[in-house]
T-cell receptor, first 111, second 113 residues
Framework: GDSVTQMEGPVTLSEEAFLTINCTYT??????LFWYVQYPGEGLQLLLKATKADDKGSNKGFEATYRKETTSFHLEKGSVQVSDSAVYFC??????????FGAGTTVTVRA | SQTIHQWPATLVQPVGSPLSLECTVEGTSNPNLYWYRQAAGRGLQLLFYSVGIGQISSEVPQNLSASRPQDRQFILSSKKLLLSDSGFYLC????????????FGSGTRLTVV
C-alpha cells in the first residue's frame, strides 16, 4: 500500500545549524506530498507541499523538493531557530480522501 | 475564511465512562472530515473519515465510533472508554477536488484513568 517513511528522531541541533529530515514514499500513482509541523501541545499545521515531480515547496525558510526518481521529499532548513522545535510529519495523498503520514520526527533546537 | 473548532481541549475520563468529542467546520461546504489519533510518542493513525452526512468509513476496528449528523459536524464517541483510548485526538477537513492537504483542529488530549 501507499506509505511514507521518514527518518527517526529525535534530532537535536544547535541554533543556526542545518536541518535535514529524510522522507521517502511508496505509492501506486503520483501522489501529492506534504510536510506538516506540530508545535508542543498543538494540532498539525501544513508547512509546505508539492503536487508534482520537481516541484519545490517552501515556507518559513524550510524547503522540500519532490524527487520522483528517488521517491523522496526531504525537508531542509539552512539555519534553524529555537522556535523550530517541533514534531515534523511527512505525508502523501493520492486522492482527497486519505492522507498517509510518516511516524514523525521530533526536532529540538538548543540556544 | 475556513476554520475548524474542536473541543474540549483536554479531558480526563474514568475507564468505562462514555466519550463524545465534537468537531465543527466553518466557511466551507461538504468537506471531507477526519478523526486521527496520536498515541504518546507515535505517529498519526486515521480512525474515521466521512465524505458526507451520515457517511462514515472506519479505518481500524476499535472501541470508538463516529457520526456526522450535519454537513460540518463530526463527532467521535465511545460507550465505554478503555485505558488504551488515551491519546491526542485530532479532527481535520479537506475539500474534494482541491488536493491541498488537510486543515487540522487544535486537538483534544484524552486521558483515561
Amino acid at each position: 500500500g501507499d506509505s511514507v517513511t521518514q527518518m527517526e528522531g529525535p534530532v537535536t541541533l544547535s541554533e543556526e545549524a542545518f536541518l535535514t529530515i529524510n522522507c521517502t514514499y511508496t505509492a501506486t500513482g503520483y501522489p501529492s506530498l506534504f510536510w506538516y509541523v506540530q508545535y508542543p501541545g498543538e494540532g498539525l499545521q501544513l508547512l509546505l507541499k508539492a503536487t508534482k515531480a520537481d516541484d519545490k515547496g517552501s515556507n518559513k525558510g524550510f524547503e522540500a523538493t519532490y524527487r520522483k526518481e528517488t521517491t523522496s521529499f526531504h525537508l531542509e532548513k539552512g539555519s534553524v531557530q529555537v522556535s523550530d522545535s517541533a514534531v515534523y510529519f511527512c505525508a502523501l495523498s493520492l486522492n482527497d480522501y486519505k492522507l498517509s503520514f510518516g511516524a514523525g520526527t521530533t526536532v529540538t533546537v538548543r540556544a | 475564511s475556513q476554520t475548524i473548532h474542536q473541543w474540549p481541549a483536554t479531558l480526563v475520563q474514568p475507564v468505562g465512562s462514555p466519550l463524545s468529542l465534537e468537531c465543527t467546520v466553518e466557511g466551507t461546504s461538504n468537506p471531507n472530515l477526519y478523526w486521527y489519533r496520536q498515541a504518546a510518542g507515535r505517529g498519526l493513525q486515521l480512525l474515521f473519515y466521512s465524505v458526507g452526512i451520515g457517511q462514515i468509513s472506519s479505518e481500524v476496528p476499535q472501541n470508538l465510533s463516529a457520526s456526522r449528523p450535519q454537513d460540518r459536524q463530526f463527532i467521535l464517541s465511545s460507550k465505554k472508554l478503555l485505558l488504551s483510548d488515551s491519546g491526542f485526538y485530532l479532527c481535520a477537513w479537506s475539500v474534494w477536488g482541491e488536493n491541498y492537504g488537510y486543515t487540522f483542529g487544535s486537538g483534544t488530549r484524552l486521558t483515561v484513568v
